[in-house]
């Protein structure tokens, strides 16, 4: 994208964009990563774009790596700002995220398009550390004027693939864009806590050579009041893109889950976040029977949910791709009677048998398209007469998955062709039954 702007114009107001507010009608950006990176083509790219996500990943104990490609030295003319630059964004950095690892490759400014090949490669190597994670890295939006930015947005995206997401925070877009007409179809938005947003706040405050005029009053300060109002936001917006190198049409590899599940002794918090605890209260709780037969569970992960639900079933078939979560979910359940674990990657190794309960939890997002369409087709097909699909799904993105929770429920409702029996909807997953036999709880019980 070719645009002209100057910084020392006064821009697209602040007001404006408040009063459309177009990051309202954008998807939630879901801090579900191992370790985020964020690439800065300058110095205080980074405290603009993404401080509020670097204090929030702080907060959240999640990982980060900040990259700064060049120090910014042409921001002034004749004036060598490399040294002072190179402390800002240090303060900056130790103010947002204390403990995020910080690496300058020291490129010219100037020079991210003549460089490319270098800096991909230095970019590859150090996300080449973090390949044992699910990632996300953030870069300057492609398309946000600057040639600098683009290029280093491009050199991002190249990077894109099932483990790991690319997104890009855009700069000058607030500078020169019109609210009216943004397309928010790839936009994400992280909502800053008080405490996040003041940290981003006094971050911002390190940049002095970019807030001061110095020794170039007629080049003036690079960041004027007007263009400081887009940063003073409650927000973040990141941008996707179509053209990404994701792979929305595959399963992600279990080799991926091998991987998470071999590294992390509690994935996911399932015995010690609240959250995971009360989710798994509230499904038990939401069964519309006391008792069944035989129940099929997909996606046990490490048996916490198997092992209580062992208590409402005659017989109960686990299954999980990922071999650790396998070993983990059957010693759990080693002493449980009636509770058979098994590795089968789904939906091609399906359990054989008829079931009464199966329930699928946080897993189907992670299959494609044409996998979660065989995966409903085995369900209907496995259910008994009688039988209950209970599904549970996170509904924020999620990197690297092919869809979201509210997808995957809109899919099962229109493929299975049964009664919701009940629908839970929170903010944060979706709970739903879907019955063979439509009766209502009451009426099974003989009181409806």
């Known amino acids: 994208m070719s645009i002209v702007f100057d910084h020392r114009d006064p821009g697209t107001a602040e007001q404006a964009w408040q009063t459309r507010a177009p990051w309202n009608d954008a998807r939630p950006l879901a801090l579900s990563f191992d370790a985020v990176v964020v690439l800065a083509a300058h110095p205080d790219d980074e405290t603009l774009g993404a401080g509020g996500l670097l204090a929030a990943c702080a907060a959240h104990r999640i990982p980060a790596h900040v990259v700064i490609v060049t120090e910014g030295q042409a921001s002034h003319p004749g004036v060598d700002l490399a040294r002072e630059r190179r402390h800002e964004v240090l303060d900056a950095v130790a103010d947002l995220a204390p403990a995020a690892e910080l690496t300058f490759l020291g490129f010219?400014?100037?020079?991210?398009?003549?460089?490319?090949?270098?800096?991909?490669?230095?970019?590859?190597?150090?996300?080449?550390?973090?390949?044992?994670?699910?990632?996300?890295?953030?870069?300057?939006?492609?398309?946000?004027?600057?040639?600098?930015?683009?290029?280093?947005?491009?050199?991002?995206?190249?990077?894109?693939?099932?483990?790991?997401?690319?997104?890009?925070?855009?700069?000058?877009?607030?500078?020169?864009?019109?609210?009216?007409?943004?397309?928010?179809?790839?936009?994400?938005?992280?909502?800053?806590?008080?405490?996040?947003?003041?940290?981003?706040?006094?971050?911002?405050?390190?940049?002095?050579?970019?807030?001061?005029?110095?020794?170039?009053?007629?080049?003036?300060?690079?960041?004027?009041?007007?263009?400081?109002?887009?940063?003073?936001?409650?927000?973040?917006?990141?941008?996707?893109?179509?053209?990404?190198?994701?792979?929305?049409?595959?399963?992600?590899?279990?080799?991926?889950?091998?991987?998470?599940?071999?590294?992390?002794?509690?994935?996911?918090?399932?015995?010690?976040?609240?959250?995971?605890?009360?989710?798994?209260?509230?499904?038990?709780?939401?069964?519309?029977?006391?008792?069944?037969?035989?129940?099929?569970?997909?996606?046990?992960?490490?048996?916490?949910?198997?092992?209580?639900?062992?208590?409402?079933?005659?017989?109960?078939?686990?299954?999980?791709?990922?071999?650790?979560?396998?070993?983990?979910?059957?010693?759990?359940?080693?002493?449980?009677?009636?509770?058979?674990?098994?590795?089968?990657?789904?939906?091609?190794?399906?359990?054989?048998?008829?079931?009464?309960?199966?329930?699928?939890?946080?897993?189907?997002?992670?299959?494609s398209a044409p996998d979660r369409a065989r995966l409903i087709a085995r369900l209907r097909d496995s259910v008994s007469s009688d039988g209950f699909v209970v599904a549970c799904h996170w509904r924020h993105p999620i990197a690297g998955a092919a869809t979201d929770g509210g997808g995957v429920h809109a899919e099962l409702a229109a493929g299975l062709g049964m009664t919701v029996l009940l629908r839970h909807e929170e903010a944060d997953f979706l709970l739903e039954i879907f019955a063979v036999d439509g009766r209502s709880v009451g009426e099974r019980d003989g009181v409806a």
Not at 112 to 140: K, M, N, Y
Not at 165 to 172: D, H, N, S
Not at 232 to 249: H, Q
């Open 108 to 367: 010219p400014d100037g020079s991210v398009r003549e460089q490319r090949a270098a800096i991909t490669a230095a970019v590859r190597s150090i996300l080449d550390g973090h390949r044992s994670h699910r990632i996300l890295v953030v870069a300057p939006w492609w398309g946000d004027g600057h040639r600098d930015h683009r290029i280093l947005g491009e050199i991002a995206l190249e990077f894109a693939d099932a483990s790991t997401t690319v997104l890009g925070y855009p700069i000058w877009l607030w500078h020169w864009g019109d609210p009216a007409v943004v397309d928010t179809a790839d936009w994400r938005v992280l909502r800053l806590s008080e405490a996040d947003r003041a940290l981003k706040t006094r971050a911002i405050t390190r940049h002095r050579s970019q807030l001061e005029a110095g020794e170039h009053p007629e080049v003036g300060p690079i960041l004027h009041d007007g263009m400081l109002q887009h940063f003073d936001r409650d927000v973040e917006v990141f941008i996707g893109s179509v053209d990404a190198k994701t792979d929305a049409d595959a399963s992600v590899d279990t080799a991926w889950f091998d991987d998470f599940f071999a590294r992390h002794d509690d994935p996911w918090g399932f015995e010690t976040r609240w959250y995971e605890q009360r989710k798994r209260a509230l499904l038990l709780a939401a069964l519309p029977l006391p008792h069944f037969g035989d129940a099929l569970e997909l996606g046990c992960a490490t048996g916490v949910l198997t092992a209580e639900l062992a208590g409402r079933v005659d017989r109960l078939v686990a299954v999980d791709a990922a071999a650790a979560a396998v070993d983990a979910a059957a010693r759990r359940c080693a002493d449980l009677p009636g509770v058979e674990v098994l590795q089968r990657r789904l939906p091609e190794e399906w359990p054989e048998g008829t079931y009464d309960l199966v329930v699928v939890s946080e897993v189907m997002y992670y299959l």
